[in-house]
């Protein structure tokens, strides 16, 4: 499944999926964003269980302000609607992995 980019106008059929929803708020000059966007593309690849999006903060700023957004890149989980994980900064595959298993 390819990466959702997620806007104020998709968002509510997106996170009302039946399947986990990985979002990735990022900004286009954010060096950390960039060295997790290709790792978030390969788990939307990889996982037709997970529904996958990213957000641009920029773009998305009501968005970002919902979700207390504060530093980017930002992960969060969510299942049936409610954030079930949430982590700041560039982490690695396993760690973003893990945060689906929650």
Known sequence: MSVIQVTKDNFDSIIKSDKPVL????????GPCRMVSPIVDEIA???D???VGKIN???EAEL????GI???P?????????????????RPKAQILEMLEK
Request: hydrophobic share 45%.
């Open 23 to 30: 979002l990735d708020f990022y900004a286009d000059w954010c």
């Open 45 to 47: 690849e990889e996982r």
């Open 49 to 51: 269980d997970v529904k």
């Open 57 to 59: 903060v920029d773009a």
């Open 64 to 67: 970002a302000e919902a979700f």
């Open 70 to 72: 504060v530093s980017i």
């Open 74 to 90: 930002t992960l969060v989980v969510m299942k049936n609607g409610q954030v079930t994980s949430q982590l700041s900064g560039a």
